[in-house]
């Protein structure tokens, strides 16, 4: 005991707040996300599973996943974009209600990564919806997939 009187509390500390998108983007408090996959190797959405699992627990910072882009804020993407995904991708984000938000998880939907020039691969999901967030790696891990979150919800 006297070596834990001596030593005090010992916590690495808090993490640093996320970078907050200009002006909020309309969006406060909470964000329902819509996730595609656009033709990636599925490391993304096991990162992305695991941002909404017990350990990361997303949804306690207000973020939430939705099965309908008619109630999404956020539109998650992963992998490059194929030429089969690019008509359906565009669907889901035209059918999503203003403000909306798209995020590109990873290095794949950011610059296509190891399938740039690949047989059936259209390019990044910037060249077919509007980007407004990247979140890099390959894959990338899952507090990097909250913490862009989090900067989308403000909290």
Do not use: K, W
């Amino acid at each position: 005991m006297g070596r834990i009187r001596r030593a005090g509390r010992a916590a690495e500390p808090a993490p640093e707040p996320p970078p907050r998108l200009p002006s909020g983007a309309g969006l406060g408090g909470s964000v329902q996300v819509r996730h595609v996959d656009a033709g990636s190797c599925n490391g993304c959405e096991i990162e992305i599973g695991q941002a909404f699992g017990p350990v990361y627990d997303a949804e306690r910072h207000g973020v939430r996943l939705v099965a309908s882009p008619r109630h999404a804020d956020v539109l998650t993407v992963t992998g490059p974009v194929t030429v089969n995904m690019a008509q359906p991708l565009r669907a889901t984000y035209e059918a999503m209600p203003r403000p909306r938000l798209v995020v590109a998880v990873g290095d794949c939907a950011r610059d296509c990564g190891v399938f740039a020039g690949g047989h059936g691969v259209l390019g990044p999901v910037g060249d077919v919806v509007p980007v407004d967030v990247r979140v890099p790696g390959c894959p990338p891990e899952p507090a990097a997939i909250v913490a862009a979150l989090r900067g989308v919800s403000g909290r």
